[in-house]
Antibody, heavy 121, light 108 residues
């Protein structure tokens, strides 16, 4: 079935870097926009970035712009998130999600189970 | 801070109808989407676009919007509907994405 599996979450010190991966299966990966969404412990959902199917369109939330980089490898059906200059408030569960979009809406119709990033000294 | 505002908590008696709302200027131009999240689970899309339900979502879930307010209605709430519910939309620019803060639904 359609599936997304994240990996790469870890404990990292403030100022450090971490790279997350998301492996997609059972759908035409390059046809879909993909996103990263995070959820701090006990808090709500926060969209942080999306990338178009071709990789040409990329947007970030202000909270991560300049520190995080989203990318994809369509040959490997994989989505990535490079996180630099990590801060304590980046501590969260990070979800990879498939985007269902049109001009009139932006929805996330398939989610992974998430990978945990903890930023602490 | 989020551009979408939700009530923190709502309750409903078993079998009754409940409406969860989400306010934001982006709804004047864009449709909302709604997600259900149960403890320890990833969110699940329940409504998107112009009141569309993904496959497998019960028809007791419906969505609407008017002006700057979007609503998720559960008609005949079940015990398994107890969860956190989040709205989302494109932001006012159309390029970014925003979520509401979430509403905790309790089924009494």
């Amino acid at each position: 079935q359609v599936q997304l599996v994240e990996s790469g979450g870890d404990l990292v010190k403030p100022g450090g870097s971490l790279s997350l991966s998301c492996a997609a299966s059972e759908f035409n990966f390059n046809d879909f926009y993909m996103s990263w969404i995070r959820q701090a412990p006990g808090k709500g959902l926060e969209w942080i970035s999306y990338i178009s199917g071709s990789g040409h369109a990329i947007y970030y939330a202000d909270s991560v712009k300049g520190r995080f980089t989203i990318s994809r490898d369509n040959a490997k059906n994989s989505l990535y998130l490079q996180m630099n200059y990590l801060r304590a408030d980046d501590t969260a569960m990070y979800y990879c999600a498939r985007s269902a979009t049109s001009y009139y809406y932006y929805a996330f119709d398939v989610w992974g189970q998430g990978t945990t990033v903890t930023v602490s000294s | 801070s989020s551009e979408l505002t939700q009530d923190p908590a709502v309750s409903v008696a078993l079998g009754q109808t409940v409406r969860i709302t989400c306010q934001g200027d982006s709804f004047r131009n864009y449709y909302p989407s709604w997600y259900q999240q149960k403890p320890g689970q990833a969110p699940l899309l329940v409504i998107y676009g112009n009141n569309a339900r993904p496959s497998g979502i019960p028809n007791r879930f419906s969505g609407s919007s008017s002006g700057n307010t979007a609503s998720l209605t559960i008609t005949g709430a079940q015990a398994e509907d107890e969860a956190d519910y989040y709205c989302n939309s494109r932001d006012s620019s159309g390029n970014l994405v925003v979520f509401g803060e979430g509403t905790k639904l309790t089924v009494l």
